[in-house]
């Protein structure tokens, strides 16, 4: 482990040899673990004990049930820890309560996020790569590490999940390339896609049914804006969360710009989820809120009551609407 | 024009040469076009016309708007037909009334339906292909034909909504290869894939949601039905086009295996569609009510009052899902 702050930018084959020259290996991933940081972590500790190495995937939530199977069979190993690497990590703030004690002793980071804080001594980082996926596969390639069924569809899920399956602009010919080379393991790609991208609980069903119907469109209809506050919720008996991930919801709408999603957190608070369609940079919105994201997708935490929130969320998106005066 | 009906297969280069010795095409597709007929009915005409040929692209239904981005400043040229090819059109039925009169005429059918009735003079079929696309663009790279940005985008076009964004089982490695090198021609793939996969019209919307409203639950929840009925329209006010493709909702259900879509045609005459998830041949199950199709999407006609033709479904459904005494 490595507390030196010297920050190093590594290549893949550079990256590959680190990983075969040592040994003991925690693997950390992100708070809140999606498709990208489950694969990216369960992807490379099957990699790294298929070449006799002791690894163990840690996160500070647990693993989610919809990913199992990237973790059937995954029993952690006891031995103490000589390396960390982290898989999708762009930040410290995103190592969560468990794993912060490790935020400064972090020795290489795989990363695609172009706003990796260069927080490990060294970073491997693609910031074209669409996924932590992408990323794995050209380290697995270059170091000649064992790819099986498993690891396939850890990467194939990365992949899959970060670029929608492939819809959004992220997704890269280089994601289609690694995707064919993958597919030829035998992935269950059309199970997987179906349960990751199509199949709902009746619950879900009835959740976004709620937030449809109760969805308000501002600004000539370009804005669709959705709010689930913490009566709703309760009026629906539904567990809270059935109301998560509903942001891509708005985007559907024909002539929707910017989609905002409002979670009420605690009273007088709103997480809000911001994503827009093709010109506006919803990342500069939120900063002027108090948040940040990607170009495409961002988020904010905005106070005050659900119709105050709302009005500030509006009077920032109007101008980017081409609506000037909105409210000013 | 060849009336002759001797059937012959030929190789993609045979195809390739096919096309580049003829001139004056006429481009047949399907009644009721999809992705895979505009795309690879525009696709093959550009390609054509790139190569100095005339031709153009004929269909008994209307272009379609939402895929107008493929047929942008087409016009239809003037000249007498000599060599008349189809596309994605696997039997003469799906010609529509238009084009039926060149049913016995067809010199080159180009496809990847299995079940392509062998109509043409010469028949260029890749069943393992997901779409006509895919073996579009294998003609394509062997004939050296170019390929422009509009071309790039109507093979991507096919392929992209044939295999539903490359979730489909249908979905080939070869599917992500061609695509990874489609890409490279600069194609807005992310606007393509939110205005075919994402973006709704808000009557869309309430049309979805009054039909998971109404949406029943049968053996065992496996089987989902919904059903759209000529009263059920007029009651939304909405025009019945939006009633169209419903067919992928009930799979959205968590733990259905088959889906239902039942639709009033006209009094007494309902159209089914059905859909599996993993395990039943849907088939079959039409076939036994006078329909077909593919193992995970089918279709057929039934006659009776709603009641009635729900029963008639699910005795089918009941015992390829091991409920073997029902309603025996």
Not at 244 to 258: K, N, R, T, Y
Not at 291 to 308: D, K, P, Y
Request: hydrophobic share 40%.
């Amino acid at each position: 482990m490595n507390s030196d702050k010297k920050v190093e930018s590594i290549t893949v084959l550079e990256a590959a040899n680190f990983l075969l020259k040592n040994d003991n290996f925690y693997i950390l991933t992100h708070v809140n673990p999606d498709g990208d940081a489950m694969g990216s972590g369960f992807g490379l500790c099957r990699a790294l004990r298929a070449v006799g190495k002791k690894a163990n995937v840690l996160c500070s939530d647990p693993f989610p049930k919809r990913y199992s199977y990237l973790y059937n069979g995954y029993e952690p190993q006891k031995f103490v820890p000589q390396t960390i690497v982290s898989v999708d990590l762009a930040d410290t703030n995103l190592f969560g309560k468990a794993l912060s004690v490790y935020a400064d002793f972090v020795d290489l980071a795989i990363d695609h996020h172009i706003s990796n804080t260069g927080y490990a001594a060294k970073t491997l980082l693609n910031g074209k790569a669409a996924a932590a996926c992408e990323v794995l596969f050209e380290v697995f390639t270059e170091g000649k590490f064992p790819i099986d069924l498993q690891t396939a569809e850890c990467l194939y899920t990365g992949i899959s999940t970060d670029t929608g399956c492939f819809r959004f602009e992220n997704t890269t010919p280089r994601c289609h390339e690694i995707v064919a080379k993958l597919m030829g393991y035998g992935i269950p790609y059309a199970k997987i896609n179906r349960e990751l991208f199509e199949i709902k609980s009746r619950a879900r069903l009835t959740v976004e049914q709620h937030v449809i119907n109760s969805m308000e469109m501002y600004l000539d209809d370009k804005c669709a804006v959705i709010a689930v506050t913490s009566d709703m919720i309760a009026e629906t008996g539904l567990a809270p969360e059935e109301f998560e991930g509903l942001a891509s919801i708005p985007m559907q709408v024909e002539g929707v710009e910017v989609g905002v999603t409002i979670k009420e957190k605690e009273p007088g608070k709103f997480k809000v989820s911001m994503r827009s369609a093709e010109s506006v940079n919803v990342s500069e919105l939120c900063a002027k809120l108090g948040g940040g994201g990607h170009i495409r997708a961002a988020g904010c935490t905005v106070e005050g009551n659900l119709s105050q929130v709302k009005l500030k969320i509006l009077s920032v998106i109007a101008p980017a609407l081409g609506f000037d005066l909105w409210l000013s």
